[in-house]
């Protein structure tokens, strides 16, 4: 909901902000609460792309992921192409979670998918974020779309990941 009232000019960065450091120290303590599974899978990495700053999505998505028992490897927000390619090489995930919440970001989500591709990636990009959908997923050659973080983890134990 911050995302979306700060695209349509109804908040401004200061509280966009506000909202992401708020929302980091809730997930610190929400996450003492979470049972973790001893079963450990992954890794798999998430980030939020260039130009993009909006991390809370992919803050909640990390949370519930390591819930059960994924390994995360959180790159943070407004990562550049390159480095997504140099986790992806050194990390070796089985999958790469892409967020983006801006429309002007998207840009930057499908030079990253080719970047990592020309790289031969060959692991399932994962995309997610309030302005994407499946066709826009599709438009930019990342493997999957998920619409929240309980739909992440159920594919990736459906892609036995």
């Not at 809730?26 to 991390?55: M, R, Y």
């Not at 998505?61 to 550049?80: A, F």
């Amino acid at each position: 909901k911050v995302g979306r009232d700060y695209d349509s000019g109804k908040i401004f960065l200061p509280q966009l902000i506000q909202a992401a450091e708020t929302a980091k120290v809730a997930f610190a303590e929400v996450q003492k609460h979470f049972t973790v599974s001893s079963e450990k899978k992954g890794p798999v990495i998430l980030c939020t792309v260039e130009g993009d700053i909006h991390d809370i999505g992919k803050n909640i998505v990390k949370v519930v992921c390591e819930s059960y028992g994924y390994e995360i490897i959180d790159l943070g927000k407004d990562v550049p192409v390159d480095s997504v390619v140099d986790a992806y090489k050194e990390y070796h995930p089985k999958a790469i979670g892409l967020s983006a919440l801006m429309t002007t970001t998207v840009e930057n989500m499908k030079r990253t998918i080719a970047a990592l591709r020309a790289n031969n990636c060959d692991v399932p990009i994962l995309v997610g974020g309030a302005v994407l959908t499946d066709e826009i997923a599709k438009e930019i050659n990342a493997d999957y779309f998920t619409e929240d973080a309980m739909s992440l983890v159920n594919l990736l134990k459906e892609l036995k990941i």
